[in-house]
């Protein structure tokens, strides 16, 4: 701590600057051009003050605090001189805009000099741009604080905003025709720190700025970007990166800042339906929930227990996925329950509890700013994290080293020192050799392969044989990049790795991360700063959907069921069943087989997002109860369902979500419920009621089932409400005075003192080329939609980025005669669809790729049956197609003969009222 006088009082500050340590002392001066998200510029000059012993005023956000510091922050010499700064700045400001609500730093400051009336700017139409949905720009409010123009280039990385002229002259343009066609992401940040108006939120303007603010987690992705949700009445009307946020410090992506309209939407279902002659009938909760009830003891008495399966939702809440294991389990009697980690990152949960010991990602985000060298393997960062991404590029831009593995150039890719293009699918041989390498040419961490790693020599004798040559046949990546990779992650450490769904939804999605983690072992980075394997968790609440429980073999705490059943029958006071469970795959397949006779999907579209979606709709169709607990006539409960269940969002309820780096934050009730709908723990409460449980459901709020899980997984005990209202929290967390835990196998592995490298061998997709078929097809998502759409799809990011369409390479699409916008028939061995297609740079020709986000495509009709050994995990990533050119079709989707979706059932799409 340093000892200063400020304005006479005498007190103590850490180091930092000036400004830094006013604003920590709650001093207030005006700081127009300064951000504590950027590095300070002192532009603007208005938080000048005076420190004894300087000859003139300082800029306080320039000047460090130093021992002994005597500051003055109002004399008349500093308060004069803010005026004409002020005054400068006045004259060229509109005056109608001082008036427009919300209220600005800038009005604020002219406020408190009394500069009001001296506001001569007018606004300029030349200076307006209404292009983007979602942000207006009227640079006639401009002050040129260079705020925006910081904060696209520091934290974003997106070197949006560019500076043309010099002086009066000065203009802060995007690099485009407007903004919209420019190359803006769409993450708000420079709104967000514009302090004049200039950049405005379109929804505050339209709609007032907010009466109240509530923090709550992004509900997105698996970053778990904490946020300020503004609502006026029962609306949401801006959404604002929280700067506290661990995760996201003061950022946000396009989705978080402004995908939150979807649960205002007109076609939102706030009430119970039951499926009636083939359309939907409004009912009350007592009768749908009754209704089940008898359904599924009917289904039970005739068929046993195991007749009937339960979807967890990766969207929900930890609170809402713990009761639905629970009501599987206790009330059903079934441990037939999974949830969407299994199509996602069950390989790496499972790679990881294998090898190490624990199922989840290593380290920290964080630590992407201790790392020397990062590897991005299959991870498409900066579109589908784009959080975390931005952190990347960031590291990169200070001199991080990164290694990218795509089999497409993705973003990140053009930031890389080297990035290897393995064709789809053939990361095996590529991973074996970069550990090859490591081997052969003597790159390993010796001192850590002999205190932490087993299976040495065996490894040594299996690895031998993986030459890059041999590798860079298969996978058509030169063997001298392979070496240059091998090389700079083994040497220039600490290395960390993010990896994604290249490396895991594939037939060896677990040995592919396995092989992730036989480098990290051979190189000795695990287990300190700035390393580890981290898989970047897809859904907001993924990790803690399935490490609540909602896995079939898995138990809360993602501990196995055998090895725990006593410890859980002992808390439940009811047994656990025996039968081992059918995971999501296995439920397919038994319903298809008639096995499987009852399905309760909550928050998860299975028929969109499932391969195969022809065996996917005869599973659904064959079932005799399905229930949907949603909030959307998703395409699952379209074409199949028997009962609606209406549910909140989650800035409806209160709860927890669980992010990628197991880091545990609260959900805060932003609005009301809208309509009947329930949040889903409620919805599972009743449900257990109706079923004859009142027992073990009585809970009257998440806090209390939260109580529970924290009886039930010793290692997230110290995870209190109380403790997480102030932050989110790390498990590791066995008691509420444990810090948390940011990294994981410091000393020992979760599994003991060694963890033991495997051998993994390669084997091809079973999807290969042939004459008829003789492209790849690759599937994943783009930045502005989210999985099954039902969500983005429902805000203007629909005019952000409207569907799906198919990405061809240049040569590909000359060679088949087909232009940028032609409509184009992918078929594979297992159905076709009808999308548009583009040429697309960084795919290999021969390779395509394209999302899954719509119905009117249904890209899922094309996936095959082929699953990863060990988790069963689908392979999105790897189809052989064929491509040709659609017929004229008059509607968007190709008509209904080319839709390969399966059809809505007669009436299917009809709502309640
Ligand atoms: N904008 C947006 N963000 C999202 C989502 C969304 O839908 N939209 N969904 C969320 C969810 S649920 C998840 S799981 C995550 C997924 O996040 P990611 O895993 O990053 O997403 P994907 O696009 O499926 O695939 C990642 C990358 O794998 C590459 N790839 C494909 N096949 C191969 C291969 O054989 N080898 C290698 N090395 N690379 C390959 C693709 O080119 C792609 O760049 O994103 C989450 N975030
Ligand atoms: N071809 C192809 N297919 C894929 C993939 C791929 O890469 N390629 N990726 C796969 C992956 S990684 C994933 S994770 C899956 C995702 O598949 P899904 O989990 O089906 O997709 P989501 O869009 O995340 O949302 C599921 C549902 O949750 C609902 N929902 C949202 N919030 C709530 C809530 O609070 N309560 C309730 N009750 N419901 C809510 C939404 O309306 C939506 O219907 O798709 C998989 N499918
Ligand atoms: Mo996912």
Redesign the pocket.
Known sequence: MLHITVDGQPRECAPGTLLEALDALGVTVPALCNDPRLAPVGACRTCIVEVEGCGRPVAACTTPLTEGMVVHTRTPLVEAQRRVLLRLLASEYPAEAMTRQPDKPFHRALREYGLEGELRGAHRPSLRDDSHPYIHVDMSQCIHCYRCVRICDEVQGQFVWRVWNRGAGTRILPDGPNLRESSCVSCGACVDTCPTGALEDRTLLDQGGPERWTRTTC?YCGVGCEMDVGTRGERIVTVRPSREGPSNQGHLCSKGRYAFGFGASPDRITVPLLRENGGWRRASWDEALGFIAQRLRNLRAVHGPDAVGMLG?????NE?NYLAQKLARVVLGTNNVDC?AR???APSAAALKRMLGTGAATNSFEDIEHARTLLVAGSNTTECHPVVGARLKQAVLRGAKLIVIDSRRTELARYADVHLQPRAGTDMPLLNALAHVVVTEDLCDRAFLRERVEAVDDFRAFIAAWTPERAAELCGVDAAAIRQAARLYATHGPSMMVHG?GMT?HVQGTESVMALINLALLTGNLGGPGTGVNPMR??NN?QGSAHMGCEPGHLTGYVPLEANRARFEAAWGAPVPVAPGLDLMGMMDAARQGRLKALWA?????L????EARATHEALERLELLVV????L?E?ARAHGDVFLP????FE?DGTFMNGERRVQRVRRALPPAGESLP?WEILCRAARALGHSEGFAFQSPEEIWEEVRRVWPAGAGLSYARLEMRGLQWPCPDEAHPGTRLLHTHLFASGSRAALRRVDYRPSPEVRTDDHPFVLM???RLYQ??????TLRTPHALLQPGDWLDMAPADAERLGLEDGARVRVCSRHGAVVLPMRRAEGLRPGELFT??HTAEVF??AV?GPHRDGYTHT?D??VTAVRVERAGKSPTASGGPTERSAPPATPGGRGTAE
Not at 313 to 317: D, G, I, Y
Not at 608 to 611: K, R
């Open positions: 509900p939702s990766a969207r929900a809440t809402d969407c199509v996602c990152h769904l939804e897809g859904q993924v909550f928050g998860y579209d299975v969109l997002t499932n391969p607990q949603d909030l959307f998703n699952t549910a909140c969002t989650s309820k889903d599937t994943g998502r989210f999985n099954a759409g039902t969500m999302t899954f890209i899922n996936i689908p999105y990533k």
